[in-house]
């Protein structure tokens, strides 16, 4: 149970006192970027799939046994989430950059990814609200912040490709 419990809440950075989803996304981006640099996109999005699969089994045993549905301690969503926002964000994807030089805008779209992903986890706009308050269990645990991490990760390119045609014509 106790390793259980630390891949749940993310090694307790979940236990953070204040915003822990926020924490746990923040101690989940050095390790994206990490495979991003030395794996590429695809290996961070099959192991975010990988990883979905563990916690939908992790936190449905978590919430049989203490009766709580979406702990906020919790933060292997935020991780999942995360991840899968990265793992779109354009330059990564469609090769517009090297991520061993971040002066070519890899880091823009990385902290465009953090802080779109947290906007759509904290706001839950529509289908990402709905499956929050409808899905129970571990699917509900994970699946906003699936849904959030595709919504930021689209969104990043989007603002990305505005970028670069904004700056081409300057």
């Not at 390793?3 to 749940?8: E, V």
């Not at 919790?74 to 030089?101: C, R, S, T």
């Not at 992903?117 to 904290?122: A, K, L, Q, S, T």
């Not at 994970?142 to 300057?170: E, H, N, P, R, Y």
Request: hydrophobic share 55%.
């Amino acid at each position: 149970m106790k390793l259980n419990w630390l891949f749940l809440t993310l090694f307790k950075s979940g236990h953070a006192p204040k915003a822990p989803g926020t924490v746990g996304t923040l101690v989940s981006l050095p390790f994206g970027v990490a495979i991003l640099m030395f794996f590429g996109s695809q290996t961070l999005f099959m192991l975010s799939v990988l990883i979905t699969l563990i916690a939908i089994k992790a936190i449905d045993k978590h919430e049989a046994s203490c009766e709580t549905h979406d702990d906020s301690r919790i933060v292997i969503d935020e991780l999942v989430g995360m991840w899968i926002a990265l793992a779109i964000a354009p330059g990564i994807v469609f090769g517009l950059g090297d991520l061993g030089n971040m002066s070519n805008g890899i880091a823009i779209q990385i902290v465009l990814s953090f802080i779109f992903f947290r906007i759509y986890d904290i706001k839950k706009p529509s289908l990402i609200g709905r499956i929050d308050r409808e899905a129970k269990g571990g699917w509900g645990v994970m699946g906003d912040d699936i849904l959030a991490g595709f919504a930021a990760g689209i969104t990043t390119a989007l603002v990305w490709q505005g970028i670069l045609k904004i700056s081409s014509i300057i």
